[in-house]
């Protein structure tokens, strides 16, 4: 599922509605915890602005280098989209100028608005009529605005919940994706969101995952993920699939880091 999308839609679009968050199975949490934990190791990497600035861009140039050794991607665009952070503001440093107010999700609608804008590089708006998400795999319409409003009371309160905690970026990734609030930069908010549920869940300090480039080699398997979760209301296949790419992220933020540490 890519990050445009067009303002009408068709009857024929099926609707994409965020079920209520649940806590994970036994299994899940066994698998989150062990990727939290790992993610957690991450804190031996330079930290601090200077030590992630460009983090996602330098992992996909890595990539677009070469990708022998890591997960096939799922998609043919996934370089383009790589390419595409040549030309985009870096995360990093705006996701560390917000660190504070991330680690203990205190965000309104107003700083969450000029976030998603310093992101997108624009002044962006929030979204005020209907919008369809374009894919190889079809179409799908965003949350009704009505339900859409509601995107940050809903996160805003799973974060007070003890049992869904390791489910935090799972839910927070899916319900900014299907509520689609902003004009733009929809995509980069929610995985913005992830660093800042991994703040709670896995201790992390400042966004030392480079997620990106890991979602945009996973992004169909995602955007079918995703229409499922919200046909079936099932939260355990998509978090399969959104694990996998927190693992992937992980591989490829490691990979990136010991290449550097060979070229001293």
Known sequence: MTAQARVTSTKADPIWLCPLPEPLRHEESDRAAAIYSAISGTRS??????????????????????????????????????????????????????????????????????????????????????????????????????????????????????????????????????????????GRFARLMVHAALARCAGLRGPEIALAPAFYRRAEGLGAAVTALSKSGDWVPFNAVFLGILEDALVLTKAFHRQRRARR
């Open 45 to 186: 990497i330079p930290e601090g602005p200077s030590g992630v600035a460009g983090l996602e861009l330098r992992v996909a140039l890595m990539l677009l280098q070469s990708d022998t050794g890591f997960e096939k991607a799922d998609n043919v665009f996934w370089g383009a989209k790589c390419q595409s952070l040549l030309v985009r503001a870096a995360v990093e440093p705006i996701a560390c100028s917000y660190w504070t107010r991330f680690g203990a999700f205190e965000i309104d609608e107003r700083t969450a608005l000029i976030i998603a804008s310093t992101l997108a590089g624009r002044r962006l708006v929030y979204r005020k009529c209907v919008a369809t998400g374009r894919s190889m795999k079809g179409d799908v319409a965003f949350e009704p605005l009505d339900i859409a409003s509601q995107w940050l009371p809903k996160i805003a309160a799973a974060m007070e919940r003890p049992d869904l905690r390791p489910a935090l970026p799972m839910y927070a990734f899916a319900q900014v994706i299907m509520a689609h609030p902003f004009s733009d930069g929809n």
